[in-house]
């Protein structure tokens, strides 16, 4: 059983598309995130939602919004995508707390042509 | 498939170095990575090393890399109060990284 899904694993897109991708958590966490790789492989966080509420939100382009049905979705919604959002993203989920460990999605490579 | 292990927790009195340690698998490490994650935050990088070094320091932080026994380890000298989080070790190498489950620093008065 996959704790924490991601969709698509792979994204391939043009320039001004808008594009969605998926996060679903089975481990009844309340929290969840989105994390952006860069080139050099640092995780830089993007947004985190606790019980479908934002609860951080860091300087993030206003193209990227963060969608949450319920507890257990947090889904990346970009719109009019740029090169410069090509990377790896990552989604996460943790028991609310703030303190507890993150359990790391397999992660989405967005190709922005 | 590849792994990061690392302790769960570690004690330590104020004013003490600390040390955390991971192990990992991966032979095609590119970078090595310490996040750490305080109360309501994200994880934030808080240093990393390239593969082909074996130390890197940055005013309190230390990291010492073992490539050949593929041991990483974390000293924070001085702990404060303020460094009470969870720390992750990560392994970086072509298109993903790997984390560990992360070790919960608790600083002792």
């Known amino acids: 059983d996959t704790a924490v899904s991601q969709t698509p694993k792979y994204l391939v897109t043009q320039m001004g598309n808008d594009k969605s991708i998926k996060c679903e958590q089975n481990l009844g966490h309340d929290t969840m995130y989105w994390y952006k790789q860069d080139s050099k492989k640092f995780l830089k966080i993007m947004f985190s939602?606790?019980?479908?509420?934002?609860?951080i939100n860091e300087t993030v382009p206003n193209r990227f919004s963060p969608k949450s049905p319920d507890k257990a979705h947090l889904n990346l919604h970009i719109n009019s995508l740029e090169l410069g959002d090509s990377a790896v993203y990552f989604c996460?989920?943790?028991?609310?707390?703030?303190?507890?460990?993150?359990?790391f999605g397999p992660g989405t490579r967005l190709t922005v042509l | 498939g590849e792994d990061v292990e690392q302790s769960l927790f570690l004690s330590v009195r104020e004013g003490d170095s600390s040390v955390i340690n991971c192990t990992y698998t991966?032979?095609?490490?590119?970078?090595l990575y310490w996040y750490k994650q305080e109360p309501g935050a994200g994880l934030q990088l808080l240093t990393y090393i390239f593969s082909n070094m074996d130390m890197k320091q940055d005013q309190r932080l230390t990291v010492l890399l073992n490539k050949k026994d593929k041991h990483l380890s974390l000293r924070i000298a001085d702990t404060q109060t303020g460094d009470s989080a969870i720390y992750f070790c990560?392994?970086?190498?072509?298109?993903?990284?790997?984390f560990g489950k992360g070790t919960r620093l608790h600083i002792l008065p």
């Open positions: 996460a989920s943790s028991q609310a707390g703030g303190d507890n460990e993150q359990f």
């Open positions: 991966d032979s095609s490490s590119t970078y």
């Open positions: 939602y606790n019980n479908k509420e934002l609860i």
């Open positions: 990560a392994d970086g190498s072509d298109d993903k990284i790997i």
